[in-house]
């Protein structure tokens, strides 16, 4: 009878536990979001990578979701490429810094906090969404941005502008790479 409560209980001290950690999770986020970093050319071109296999599995589940959740497709295509000119936006944020070793850039900070807003006013709505499904039996929104296809559409904005900013920055580095030996001071 003891390990019939015990799993519930670790279930529950698990999900308290990561609720608790929320909050300065999306504080690293931040923190780390907007720091000057070095450009290493495998993790960049590692994440891109990862970025568009990422892509292709959400892909395959928008296809999937499509035929529950009306609109899944069409809010997911079009947060991606919202989520596409948001990572050129990004990078033409992005401040460079070209050294004769090494290239560092900062990613822009508002840009950095608006991104984890979204996040957050995402992750906020489908708790208070889901607690008034489940204790109070209304039913989830079938289109907006509070809808299944919203957070759809979110998760897709954030793999585009993860996807355009990983592509823009591993042709930054390339082209810094190929240049590095030449003097580039004005003249």
């Known amino acids: 009878m003891p390990v019939l409560f015990a799993l519930p209980l670790a279930i529950l001290v698990f999900v308290a ?3 608790l950690l929320m909050p300065l999770s999306l504080w690293q986020r931040v ?3 907007s720091a000057r970093r070095q450009a290493r050319p495998w993790l ?3 994440n891109f990578w990862a970025t568009l296999v990422s892509t ?3 892909a395959l589940f928008a296809g999937i979701a499509g035929f529950w959740w009306p609109g899944a497709w069409s809010y997911a295509a079009l947060g991606w490429l919202a989520g596409l000119l948001l990572g050129v936006l990004g990078h033409v944020l992005t401040r460079f810094e070209a050294g004769p070793e ?3 850039y900062k990613p822009n900070t508002a840009l950095v906090l608006a991104l984890t807003a979204m996040i957050v006013v995402r992750v906020v709505a489908g708790f208070v969404q889901g607690w008034q499904a489940s204790v109070n039996g209304l039913p989830w929104p079938d289109s907006g941005w509070l809808s ?3 957070l759809l559409a979110m998760a897709a904005l954030l793999l585009g502008y993860a996807g355009m900013y990983g592509w823009l920055l591993r042709r930054r ?4 790479l190929r240049y590095r030996g030449y003097d580039r001071s004005p003249r």
């Open 31 to 33: 923190r780390n979001g």
């Open 17 to 19: 536990i990561m609720l």
């Open 102 to 104: 090494a290239l560092h």
């Open 44 to 46: 960049i071109s590692f």
């Open 56 to 58: 292709g599995l959400f």
């Open 148 to 150: 299944h296809a919203g």
């Open 173 to 176: 580095i390339g082209r810094h």
